[in-house]
């Protein structure tokens, strides 16, 4: 499975609220791109969801050390 075709599983795993599925393969995708500002931000969506509230301002924290900014999203 392509990247792409990963987070567009995790996208729709989100989207049925299976937060701790879609966690699982947003992790698998930032572990191949650890620089990706915009995959630690949903990492952090997906904690947040899953009330793991430390674990999720740490990545939002990532995310923006690495230049996320969710006022520029596209």
């Given at each position: 499975?392509?990247?792409?075709?990963?987070?567009?599983?995790?996208?729709?795993?989100?989207?049925?609220?299976?937060?701790l599925?879609?966690?699982?393969?947003?992790?698998?995708?930032?572990?191949?791109?650890?620089?990706?500002?915009?995959?630690?931000?949903?990492?952090?969506?997906?904690?947040?969801?899953?009330?793991?509230?430390?674990?999720?301002v740490?990545?939002?924290?990532?995310?923006?050390?690495?230049?996320?900014?969710?006022?520029?999203?596209?």
């Amino acid at each position: 499975m392509t990247e792409f075709e990963l987070f567009r599983q995790a996208n729709e795993l989100t989207q049925k609220g299976e937060w701790l599925a879609a966690l699982k393969i947003y992790e698998k995708i930032v572990k191949k791109d650890p620089t990706d500002a915009y995959l630690w931000h949903r990492i952090g969506e997906m904690n947040e969801e899953l009330e793991n509230d430390k674990v999720a301002v740490m990545c939002f924290e990532k995310a923006r050390s690495l230049g996320y900014d969710e006022n520029n999203v596209l």
